[in-house]
C-alpha cells in the first residue's frame, strides 16, 4: 500500500512497487488527462509535477512518489484559468490534442520557475506529432 498526495489529495494505493506512476494515475484513480505517449520518457505526453518540478511519469515507479506532492494537468486549474491554458484556447493550439496535457505542465512549470513565455517556449521539450510547434510559441509569447 502506497500514500499518495495528488492534486491535493490523499490516495492510498495497493499495486506492485514497479508500476509506474502513469498507470496509478490513469487506471487506478481515473486522471486521464496524463497521457502515455513513448513509454521512455522521450516524447512528454505523460508531464506532471512532482513537488513542482515536471516530470515524466511513464517510467516513475510508485515508490519514487511516496511523500511527494503531484500535480496533473486536472490539478492545474479547475476551471482552465491557468495562463497556459488560457492561452492555449485563445491561440487554438491544439489539434489532435494528445500530447497538449503533458505540454502545458510542462510550459506551465517553466513559467512557475520564472521563464517569460518566449523563455518558456524554448524550455518545453515534449513532442507533438501534429507538429502544433508554432501555435505553442505564439501562445506561450502571448503570456
Known sequence: MYHLVVNGVAHDVNVPAGTP???????????TGTKYGCGIEAC????IWVDGSP???CDMEV????G???????????????????AWIAHQV????????????AAAAAIR???????????VQNICICG?????????NSI
Open 21 to 31: 506512476i502513469l498507470w496509478v494515475l490513469r487506471d487506478i484513480l481515473g486522471l
Open 44 to 47: 512528454g505526453a505523460c508531464t
Open 55 to 57: 516530470e515524466r511519469s
Open 63 to 66: 515508490t519514487e512518489a511516496v
Open 68 to 86: 511527494s506532492k503531484i500535480t496533473t494537468i486536472e490539478g492545474l486549474s479547475h476551471n482552465s484559468a491557468h495562463p497556459v491554458q488560457r
Open 94 to 105: 491544439p489539434q489532435c490534442g494528445f500530447c497538449q496535457s503533458g505540454v502545458i505542465m
Open 113 to 123: 520557475a520564472g521563464a517569460s513565455g518566449p523563455q518558456a517556449a524554448n524550455e
Open 132 to 140: 502544433t510547434y508554432q501555435r505553442m510559441r505564439e501562445a506561450l
